[in-house]
């Protein structure tokens, strides 16, 4: 039986602040429960738990595989979220990359294949 998809688990520090930053970023976000956040766009899925401690996201993040990176980079500089140390460029490892972090802290960094 082949393995179909992974989704990341990121931890969040505040609900609504989460909730309202995702849906920002183009996402469809379930809030029905008040420590999990289920967060959806073109099929991707990022998931969060509810944490007290602000170290555990600034240490965590995922990464999302796009096509039309240089279009979700556009979007997201729009929303001034680019992070500055992740900005767009090709890398060595033939991926076109960019980074953002979201409001509690996680490193989401988006790629497009150059191959």
């Known amino acids: 039986m082949p393995l179909q998809s992974a989704i990341p688990i990121l931890a969040f520090l505040n609900l609504e602040e989460t909730a309202a930053f995702y849906r920002k970023i183009?996402?469809?976000?379930?809030?029905s429960w008040k420590e999990y956040l289920m967060?959806?766009?073109?099929?991707?899925?990022?998931?969060?738990?509810?944490?007290?401690?602000p170290d555990i996201p600034k240490?965590?993040?995922?990464?999302?595989?796009v096509t039309g990176v240089d279009a979700i980079h556009a979007e997201y500089s729009e929303l001034g979220i680019i992070h500055p140390n992740g900005?767009?460029?090709?890398?060595?490892?033939?991926?076109?990359?960019?980074?953002?972090?979201?409001?509690?802290g996680n490193l989401?960094?988006?790629?497009?294949?150059?191959?």
């Open 87 to 104: 900005p767009l460029k090709n890398h060595p490892w033939n991926m076109r990359e960019f980074s953002i972090l979201d409001n509690s």
């Open 59 to 65: 240490n965590t993040g995922c990464y999302v595989r």
């Open 39 to 53: 967060c959806s766009r073109d099929g991707i899925e990022i998931h969060l738990w509810k944490c007290d401690n």
């Open 26 to 31: 183009g996402f469809t976000v379930n809030t």
């Open 108 to 115: 989401i960094r988006f790629g497009e294949s150059l191959v």
